[in-house]
């Protein structure tokens, strides 16, 4: 009879062996899971954080053509209004000139 219960023993242990092994593995798998949804998430936060750095990259771009482009336009404006104020001297003299002459044709028609 002793030696069936030693073997019954034995089988109990090894039960609970298999218990505790099955128990070790589901803990493993589980927080081997846990870092895979979370280097997951690492991994889509540094992609999202590259896209962010793309965009505002192509902003920076968009807002230096703008730039560029406000620059050549204010050089355009400058070289329209010294050719206005050119144009406007031009007609003053005139003006003068007309006076002048209306006053020395009152002055012979006296």
Do not use: P, W
Not at 7 to 28: I, M, P
Not at 73 to 98: C, D, G
């Amino acid at each position: 009879g002793r030696s069936k219960m030693a073997a019954g023993g034995a089988a109990d242990a090894q039960a609970r062996f298999g218990h505790s092994v099955k128990g070790l593995l589901t803990e493993k798998v589980t927080s081997c899971g846990t870092d895979v949804i979370a280097l997951t998430k690492q991994v889509l936060k540094g992609s999202r954080s590259a896209e962010l750095l793309g965009q505002a990259a192509r902003n920076m771009v968009m807002q230096e053509d703008a730039i560029l482009h406000s620059e050549d336009s204010l050089r355009k404006m400058a070289i329209i209004t010294t050719h206005l104020q050119y144009q406007q001297e031009a007609i003053q003299k005139n003006v003068e000139r007309s006076s002048n002459l209306q006053d020395q044709l009152s002055h012979l028609l006296k």
